[in-house]
Each structure stands twice: as C-alpha cells, then as structure tokens.
C-alpha cells in the first residue's frame, strides 16, 4: 500500500518539473470546460428613452435680450394703486367727472390729496374761470378739459405725424382720459411706492407696501386734521401720514421687506413733506423743471423716477423719459429701424441715440406724455401699417 502511493506521488512530482522544463507549445492541449448558459441579456433600449445624465445646455440669449430693459408703464403701476383696506374688497374705480374740470398740458392735471392737510389739491390754469360758466356764443376756441384734452392730444400726435393714428385706434390711453384724471392721487404714497418697487418685481413691491402701512394700522397717533377724516373721499384706507414714518426706526421699517436703503429713503422723504419743502400744492402748481429739480435732491429718486412720477402720479402730459430703454425700442420701431440690432454706444446699450430721440420727439410738443405712452405699445402693433 505504502508502495503504491509513492509511486503516484513520484509521478505526479515527475509530471510537474516535466511541465516546467517544456515550452508552452509543447504542452498538451487543456480543454476547458464551458461555462454554464446564462439568460440572454435584454436588447439596449432606444437612445431617444435613454434619460441623459446632465441637462441640455441652453442656446445663448442675444445681445438684446441678455440686458432688462428698463421697467413699461406695468412696472410703475405701484405709483398710482391705492391702498386697501380689505384685499376681499376691491377698491372701486372712480368714475368720470360729474363736473369736468381745466386742464393744461403744461400743468399738473391730477386732483392731489394733500398728505399735510388731508385736502385734494389742483391746479389751475391761467384762465382759471370755470368751464362751466364759460360765455355762450363766445367765437374764442372752445377751452381744453379733463374731458376733451385727450381727444385734442391725439389729433395733435396725429396732425404732427400720420402714422401715429394707427397706435391710437388700436390702444385707448386710459391714463388721460377723463376718468383716469378723475383719480385722487396721494403723492407721498406714489413716490414712497416707487422707492418700495426698486429693483423688485411687481409682486414683492406689492407684498411690502401691504406690510408697510399694517406697520402703522394700529392705533397709533395721527395728527388731528387726518383723524378727522381717516381717508380720502374715495373710501380707501389711508396710506401713512408724513409725520408718522419720519420719527419711525429703521429697524421697524425693515421689518416690512425694506432694505435698510430703502428704509432710509422713504424717511428722508417723509421728512420733506413733513417739513412742507414738499408739498401737494407745489407739485400741483410749480413749472415741471422745478418739480424735477427738487424731487431729484431727494435722496432715493432719480430722473426715470422723478419723470415716472410726473407722467402716472401728476398727469402732466408733456414729460419724456430719453433714458427708458422700452421708449427707445418703441422709437427705433416705430422709424422703422431694425430693433433686433441693440448696441452698445458710450458703454450703454441703446436702440438710437437720446439725441435722435429728442428731435422726434420734440415735434408732439406739448404732448409728449401721450406720445411716450404710444411709443410702449409700438411692439403691440402691426408696425407695418404705419407705412
């Protein structure tokens, strides 16, 4: 027995170092074994079901399209919107004058609510005779109202150039009609709205001016000549007094939204009108040059403001705004230039120079509100029939 396994262990160790001293190809074939079949894989799903591992890259944006433009009358709309009580209840739009009233293009044509005295304050003309007690018979031209100085606006853009007469049959300007100058406007609250609505979008600026008036809903003290009426004679809740946002913390202003810039602004504003350096009746009555000039000086407004201002909040119809960036896109369409080509000149980008658009514009003297207004809705209409 012990013999037989050593003759099997000599051979196998023999068979080893026989292995080792030959060349592979010498060595006998080995056939090995095959593996056990397995399940055919699945066929590789179509390319287009394949979900892709990262998202499509976005096609760039053209020249024109990369930079915003500057805000349409959409965007200051916050000026003019009054405040409201209930938001269950809608604010009730006013409606036209019983008893219309002079305008003048030249002047401000919207009644104010004086934020000092709680009184609406207007201007008048210098033929301040009212229209309704004008002479019968008289041969003098009938004289311009808030009921027919729109009518007389748009004869004159139509007078002055031809094409203008299809932008004024597709789009009514509600804004100097005779019920949009029926509109009491508070000017503290345009201009304090308008701070509210800088570089934010028309949802925010309207949750924060919310919060900014329940901050002095409370109870707290008014001045007498405001307790005494509590709003304006449309019913609509009173946006806060002057003399209550000045003495009020930056730290509580912030707590309805406002930057600490903002905040800031809107004090310095309230102290202007608190003080009487500005008032309903100054911008109601002083030349536009020197409304400009002194709402400029406050810290918080700049030209585009104070000219967004003049044109929604006072109705004065001849203010144009040479750096809004939709007028100049509606001017270049509107001369039929080619407005896909926004360029950069001076290190701003522009449709066409401000001093192309002052020399157009300077022919619908002294309605260039009205002119600027149709030159927004150029896109929303068939510039082709203007030809």
Known sequence: MASRR??????????????????????????????PAKDPAPPPAPAEEEAPSTPPR?????NNQELPA????????LMAEKTQ????TPVKK???????????????????????????????????????????????APRTTTENILEEACAHLIKVDERMRSLIENHHCRLFSSEGLSEEIDPFEALASGIISQQ??????????????????????????????????SGRRRFPHPSQVAPTPLETLRTAGLSQRKAEYIIGLAEKFDSGELSAQMLADAPYEEI?????????????????????GLKRMDVFSLGDL??????????????????????????????????????????????????????????????
């Open 6 to 35: 050593s003759a099997r262990l000599s051979a196998l160790v023999s068979s080893t170092v026989l292995a080792d001293a030959l060349p592979p190809s010498a060595l006998p074939a080995v056939r090995k074994r095959k593996a």
């Open 94 to 140: 006013p409606k036209s004058a019983a008893i219309s009233r002079l305008a003048d293009p030249n002047k401000t044509n919207a009644p104010l609510f004086s934020p000092k005295t709680s009184r609406i304050v207007a201007s008048r003309p210098a033929d301040a005779a009212s229209p309704s007690k004008a002479p019968t018979g008289s041969s003098k």
């Open 70 to 77: 500057t805000p349409t009358p959409n965007a200051v709309g």
């Open 292 to 312: 400009v000039e002194k709402l400029i000086a406050v810290r918080g407004l700049g030209r585009w403001s104070v000219e967004m201002f003049a044109c929604f």
């Open 85 to 88: 009580v209930n938001r269950s």
């Open 326 to 387: 939709g007028v100049q896109r509606g001017m270049a369409a509107f001369v039929r230039r080619d407005i896909a080509k926004l360029k950069a000149k001076g290190g701003k980008w522009k449709y066409m120079s401000e001093k192309e658009m002052e020399e157009i514009s300077d022919r619908f003297k002294p309605y260039r509100s009205l002119f600027m207004w149709y030159m927004w809705r150029v896109e929303e209409t068939d510039v082709s029939t203007m030809e």
């Open 200 to 233: 934010v979008s028309g949802a925010a600026a309207k949750a924060i001016k919310g919060r900014f008036v329940a901050l002095f809903s409370d109870g707290s003290e008014v001045p007498q000549e405001i307790m005494s009426t509590g709003s304006s004679s």
């Open 58 to 62: 976005r096609r760039a944006r053209k």
